[in-house]
């Protein structure tokens, strides 16, 4: 799987887009049967089936973010919240420059809760920055694709995950998934103790329900419900 857009300034010349968008990926443990970058991989592979299906700038992924909740797994790296905002404000100044004044950030990863209050102050002026898929986005696409459990119960590692991965990347997902389950429960005080009292695998949710499929008609979903963000920056058309 190529994470990266494969695009020439002259494809993009000639697509002549208005609106670009940005996958945010994180490197954090996804338990023993996904890999460190599955966040990265997951927000590419909704970006690509985005721009595959509007007229959209795809730009390369931002890698790392606020992983700090995992820092207890081995090889887990974060950045701070303060540079992740700082880099997406430059690459926002960067893509106005060259003419495109609108910006939609496609987040893999539940932890960047600075990216919301970045959207906010983006857009007091104005309507010109997007968070996708937003809780409403997931929610139907996990009714899409007909998925067994919950946002909350399925939080990482788990079914949404690995079926998205089964379907576009399987050469990701490693053997042991689908005895990978483990159900946290209650998480209160997830953000003050981390992952690791939760989880000793890593893992929150069911990877035994992933299926291909699944991964399919989830990214169908979140393709036909990016049109949505479209018409909210004034893009749609």
């Given at each position: 799987?190529?994470?990266?857009?494969?695009?020439?300034?002259?494809?993009?010349?000639?697509?002549?887009?208005?609106?670009?968008?940005?996958?945010?990926?994180?490197?954090?443990?996804?338990?023993?049967?996904?890999?460190?970058?599955?966040?990265?991989?997951?927000?590419?592979?909704?970006?690509?089936?985005?721009?595959?299906?509007?007229?959209?700038?795809?730009?390369?992924?931002?890698?790392?973010?606020?992983?700090?909740?995992?820092?207890?797994?081995?090889?887990?790296?974060?950045?701070?919240?303060k540079t992740l905002y700082a880099v997406i404000d430059d690459i926002r100044a960067s893509l106005t420059r060259s003419g495109i004044t609108k910006l939609v950030i496609i987040n893999g990863h539940g932890g960047n809760y600075?990216?919301?209050?970045?959207?906010?102050?983006?857009?007091?002026?104005?309507?010109?920055?997007?968070?996708?898929?937003?809780?409403?986005?997931?929610?139907?696409?996990?009714?899409?694709?007909?998925?067994?459990?919950?946002?909350?119960?399925?939080?990482?590692?788990?079914?949404?995950?690995?079926?998205?991965?089964?379907?576009?990347?399987?050469?990701?997902?490693?053997?042991?998934?689908?005895?990978?389950?483990?159900?946290?429960?209650?998480?209160?005080?997830?953000?003050?103790?981390?992952?690791?009292?939760?989880?000793?695998?890593?893992?929150?949710?069911?990877?035994?329900?992933?299926?291909?499929?699944?991964?399919?008609?989830?990214?169908?979903?979140?393709?036909?419900?990016?049109?949505?963000?479209?018409?909210?920056?004034?893009?749609?058309?």
């Amino acid at each position: 799987m190529n994470l990266l857009p494969t695009a020439t300034s002259a494809d993009v010349q000639e697509r002549e887009p208005r609106l670009a968008v940005l996958p945010i990926g994180s490197f954090e443990q996804h338990g023993p049967h996904l890999p460190l970058i599955t966040d990265t991989a997951i927000a590419c592979v909704i970006g690509k089936e985005i721009a595959d299906a509007y007229p959209v700038h795809l730009l390369p992924p931002i890698t790392m973010s606020c992983s700090h909740e995992h820092a207890s797994f081995p090889s887990t790296v974060s950045i701070s919240a303060k540079t992740l905002y700082a880099v997406i404000d430059d690459i926002r100044a960067s893509l106005t420059r060259s003419g495109i004044t609108k910006l939609v950030i496609i987040n893999g990863h539940g932890g960047n809760y600075v990216l919301s209050n970045l959207v906010q102050e983006a857009n007091v002026d104005g309507p010109v920055l997007s968070l996708f898929p937003l809780g409403a986005d997931w929610d139907r696409a996990r009714e899409h694709g007909g998925l067994v459990s919950d946002r909350h119960a399925d939080m990482h590692a788990g079914e949404v995950e690995t079926s998205i991965l089964l379907h576009a990347a399987p050469e990701l997902v490693r053997e042991g998934f689908a005895e990978a389950d483990h159900d946290a429960g209650p998480r209160p005080f997830l953000l003050v103790h981390g992952m690791s009292a939760y989880t000793e695998s890593g893992v929150i949710g069911c990877p035994s329900h992933a299926t291909p499929d699944k991964g399919k008609a989830i990214l169908e979903s979140l393709r036909l419900g990016f049109a949505a963000h479209l018409d909210a920056l004034g893009e749609a058309g």
